[in-house]
């Protein structure tokens, strides 16, 4: 079950409890001594009343003023802590997004734009600011609160009535106003983004948006969706707003009231001038700081609505991949399903059913089929990027065993559709700098996708840099990249979609030559509309509406 956004901020803060406490001593510390400040003040104007000037005067003034100089470097203190808890969200966060992003499920990424969800790490910046800004507004305004109500009251029992209102008034304002707050901060949010990922795609498609008429499209785009921005944002701001003005009220008559009833006090010596004096600066303290957390609530709203954001890519279920060492190891890999079938977590119909398939290693696999058969489907569930929804998915004829994903993965090379390289070098591309590879597995992998010319025409060779999706390099040479990645290991199984779609004739050609060579042992499953793997296969299957409809061998 899903964590509400505020039991999730307070998960989020119980990860730095050291920190926090530390930051709530200092603040406790800190209002002490900034309430004791009346009271030094009251005694000196006790002092002055009475005609005495005596050195008790001026240690009473020195008392005071290294009370302000030490609130002060209580203040440096907590700036301190919530600087490294600010360093430590940025961290934690970005690590958070590295290690999720790739494991999410790949189903559960069907109605998702995968930048989109990285966008979101955006929110980690209101985060470090708007807790830091919560954890020292917030706990020396209430200390204040709390510290100053007990004070007054030993004046007189007057003041326990006026901290008793007091605090109904901040729950009342904090009880009434939250789910609006937070429901019109989610949609302002939700609006934010939206905009975002349509400048991604102007961007993106920039070349798509310099004709006027297109261009005009992503105004009038841009300008709807940012209306939407501001309807919410208004929205959010009247709910601000009308807590704005209750505390205007609140300072007005409660103002007027104390001043009204400490000067009832005085003129009837139930308080002297003093106590009235120290009373008064205790009562601005007080509204002030409750002035504090509610001018603070925007901030607060904020916070949750970025926890909740980013908390809805954490609840993104991710692949159950194990992190000890597998006690065996794959030699050969023979695949098997059995009755398997898979359908979308939003769709009602299955994408594939009933597939039943072996597959020997070394074998070389063509599959065939119209659009929407479930060629795509069927490969993604073999190379483990997807899970099915029935049915069962045997490695080695191991029906004991669970398949581990990535002892699995490190044997297999994928090509899915849509894949390009990644913004870094030609070498990162094709190796992930993998210390275990060697430059003659590089030249290898190199030479026979047909990149060594074009590398060698680059001024810095492997060293040159690729823009994200390979935007400076023809789409062939691009697709060379992925596709040496994908052998570099020399895996066991290739699994491809589409991989040469986008070279000539004579390129693809080798290349397929080179792929289903027989010398070489992997096993190889591809879809392609290029009907030369078709040629060169060892094994053709015919898929139809989600079904395996033939199966030959040649």
């Known amino acids: ?12 803060l119980k990860l730095d409890k050291k920190d926090i406490v530390q930051i709530f001593f200092y603040a406790i510390f800190a209002g002490l001594v900034s309430l004791s400040l009346p009271l030094g003040i009251q005694a000196i104007i006790n002092l002055i009343q009475s005609g005495r000037v005596s050195a008790s005067w001026i240690v009473l003034v020195i008392v005071v003023v290294i009370g302000v100089a030490l609130v002060g470097i209580l203040s440096l203190m907590q700036l301190r802590i919530t600087e490294n808890l600010q360093q430590k969200i940025f961290v934690r966060s970005s690590f958070e997004f590295s290690l999720r992003l790739p494991k999410i499920k790949f189903e559960e990424l069907y109605n998702q734009y995968p930048p989109e969800l990285a966008n979101r790490f955006f929110d980690t910046i209101t985060i470090q600011k708007g807790t830091s800004k919560l954890l020292i507004d917030f706990s020396t305004a209430i200390l204040q ?37 937070l429901s019109t901060s989610l949609k302002e949010s939700k609006y934010k983004y939206k905009v975002v990922s349509w400048l991604q795609e102007i961007a993106r498609n920039n070349y798509s948006f310099r004709k006027k008429e297109n261009f005009n499209f992503a105004l009038t785009k841009n300008d709807s969706i940012v209306g939407q921005y501001l309807s919410y944002r208004e929205k959010h701001f009247g709910v601000i707003k009308r807590q704005f003005i209750q505390l ?66 954490a609840d993104l279920k991710t692949e159950d991949i194990t992190t000890k060492e597998p006690d065996y190891c794959f030699t050969n890999i023979s695949l098997e399903t059995d009755n398997v079938r898979f359908k979308f977590p939003d769709s009602k119909d299955y994408v594939i059913e009933k597939i039943n398939l072996k597959i020997e290693s070394s074998e070389k696999i063509f599959l065939e089929g119209n659009n929407g058969s479930g060629k795509t489907t069927l490969i993604r569930i073999l190379s483990g990027l997807l899970q099915p929804t029935s049915g069962s998915f045997f490695i080695n004829d191991d029906t004991y065993r669970k398949v581990d994903l990535m002892q699995y993965r490190s044997h297999i090379g994928t090509i899915i559709h849509g894949e390009t390289p990644f913004e870094g070098t030609i070498l990162e591309n094709i190796t992930f700098n993998n210390p275990d590879i060697s430059h003659e597995a590089i030249k290898w992998a190199i030479d026979n996708t047909k990149l060594g010319d074009f590398i060698k025409s680059l001024p810095d060779g492997l060293n040159t840099k690729i823009f994200p999706e390979g935007r400076q390099l023809s789409a062939s040479n691009a697709q060379k990249i992925v596709l040496a990645r994908s052998i570099i290991n020399k895996p066991k199984i290739l699994f491809y979609e589409d991989p040469l779609d986008t070279l000539d004739e004579n390129a693809a050609k080798e290349i397929i030559d080179f792929i ?25 299957i015919t898929m139809n509406d989600g079904q395996i409809v033939s199966d030959s061998k040649k």
């Open 1 to 12: 079950m899903n964590e509400t956004p505020l039991q999730r901020f307070y998960s989020f």
């Open 145 to 181: 609160i709390v510290f100053g109500i007990i004070l007054l009251s030993l004046y007189h029992p007057f003041f326990i009535f006026f901290g008793l209102l007091l605090l109904v008034l901040l729950y009342s304002i904090f009880r009434f106003s939250y789910n609006s707050g």
């Open 248 to 313: 205007i009220i609140f300072k007005v008559l409660i103002t007027a009231g104390l001043l009204l009833i400490g000067g009832f006090l005085v003129l009837n010596q139930q308080m002297n001038i003093g106590q009235f004096v120290a009373a008064e600066i205790i009562i601005l303290l007080v509204i002030n700081s409750v002035e504090k957390i509610i001018v603070g609530l925007e901030t607060f709203y904020d916070v949750i609505t970025s926890i909740e954001k980013i908390g809805q890519v």
């Open 516 to 540: 289903t060579d027989a010398s070489h042992q992997w096993t190889v499953i591809v879809s392609s509309k290029n009907d030369y793997w078709k040629q060169k296969s060892s094994r053709v």
